[in-house]
Antibody, heavy 118, light 112 residues
Framework: QVRLKESGPRLVQPSQTLSVTCTVSGFSVTSYHVSWVRQPPGKGLEWVGAIWKGGSTDYNSALKSRLSISRDTSKNQVFLKMNSLQTDDTGTYYC????????????WGQGVMVTVSS | DVVMTQTPVSLSVSLGGQVSISCRSSQSLVHNNGNTYLSWYLQKPGQSPQLLIYKVSNRFSGISDRFSGSGSGTDFTLKISRVEPDDLGVYYCGQGTQYPYTFGAGTKLELK
């Protein structure tokens, strides 16, 4: 059974770094791409970036300078790091598995709600 | 970036009724490999998005045939027939043809 679960801090201070972990089961991160998608409260979805099954990454150009996505294949985990957080980074951060044909997301984690506030 | 425009913003429907949601992209979603990466998601209240349709018209595993997707190029439609209570929520279209992947702003389906 495919599962993804995000874990990380619920509260981050402005200008600090957000670190979120996505722990997956039911598939290997070396066999499927994994993306991060975020959603501000009451708003729509924004693709943050992806780590491809081969280990390379792509980031949303609007966030690229602040982003890092990596993985630990031995633990089947994917990591999101975003620095210089501001209040408009507040929202739910989801990790999502890509489907067999790439450009869509067939399984999503429950998400972690992150509030950026002092 | 590819802009995804969804209409309408909200829909009211009676149980058992039929609705259509439109999604238009600012650029063609036909990939160099010939595939069109247009997908539809439903986000029920308090839940994560769930995949309904991928590559324009393919229903994801376990998705009812009451959901159907169609379209090509830049114009796409999701149809829901015989609406049930569990269908209520916000529907998003998304494109995975060009980076960055982008989503429509959503269409909220409510009961009339």
């Amino acid at each position: 059974q495919v599962r993804l679960k995000e874990s990380g801090p619920r509260l981050v201070q402005p200008s600090q770094t957000l670190s979120v972990t996505c722990t997956v089961s039911g598939f290997s991160v070396t066999s499927y791409h994994v993306s991060w998608v975020r959603q501000p409260p009451g708003k729509g979805l924004e693709w943050v970036g992806a780590i491809w099954k081969g280990g390379s990454t792509d980031y949303n150009s609007a966030l690229k300078s602040r982003l890092s996505i990596s993985r630990d294949t031995s633990k089947n985990q994917v990591f999101l790091k975003m620095n210089s957080l501001q209040t408009d980074d507040t929202g739910t951060y989801y990790c999502a598995k890509h489907g067999n044909w790439g450009g869509y997301f067939d399984y999503w984690g429950q998400g972690v709600m992150v509030t950026v506030s002092s | 970036d590819v802009v995804m425009t969804q209409t309408p913003v909200s829909l009211s429907v009676s149980l058992g009724g039929q609705v259509s949601i439109s999604c238009r992209s600012s650029q063609s979603l036909v990939h160099n490999n010939g595939n069109t990466y247009l997908s539809w998601y439903l986000q029920k209240p308090g839940q994560s998005p769930q995949l309904l349709i991928y590559k324009v018209s393919n229903r994801f595993s376990g998705i009812s045939d009451r959901f159907s997707g169609s379209g090509s190029g830049t114009d796409f439609t999701l149809k829901i027939s015989r609406v049930e209570p569990d269908d209520l929520g916000v529907y998003y279209c998304g494109q995975g043809t060009q980076y960055p992947y982008t989503f429509g702003a959503g269409t909220k389906l409510e009961l009339k």
